[in-house]
């Protein structure tokens, strides 16, 4: 069983950085597409990024395109988001997920159309001064 564990979230100052993990066990996040979602109090869950599974697509929703970077560490078998310049709007609990769809650029379709399976308990970041 594929399980997802999230780490990293804390308190950060506006304009500081971060850096999310979600290490997987039960499965090799080689094989994975791999998404973070976030979701703030009284508001829907957004998706933030999603990473295809060989790195074909990395996609990220317009708010943090520039600011937010995910990698892949295959070794340790974790998944990274970098997140720089946090705004107190980027606060909420943040997750990873995973899909093991067949199609290897998972990521190109329109974020509607994905789904995934697996996911983690969720991390807190909060931006504040």
């Known amino acids: 069983q594929l399980q997802l564990v999230e780490s990293g979230g804390t308190l950060v100052q506006p304009g500081g950085s971060l850096r999310l993990s979600c290490a997987a066990s039960?499965?090799?996040?080689?094989?994975?597409?791999i998404a973070w979602f976030r979701q703030a109090p009284g508001k829907e869950r957004e998706e933030v990024s999603c990473t295809s599974r060989r790195g074909q697509s990395t996609k990220y929703t317009d708010s943090v395109k520039g600011r937010f970077n995910v990698s892949r560490d295959v070794a340790r078998n974790t998944v990274y988001m970098q997140m720089t310049s946090l705004k107190p709007e980027d606060s909420a609990v943040y997750y990873c997920?995973?899909?093991?769809?067949?199609?290897?650029?998972?990521?190109?379709?329109?974020?509607?159309?994905?789904?995934?399976?697996?996911w983690g308990q969720g991390t807190q970041v909060t931006v504040s001064s």
């Open positions: 997920a995973s899909s093991r769809h067949p199609f290897p650029d998972y990521c190109a379709y329109q974020s509607r159309d994905r789904t995934y399976e697996y």
């Open positions: 039960g499965g090799n996040v080689a094989d994975l597409h």
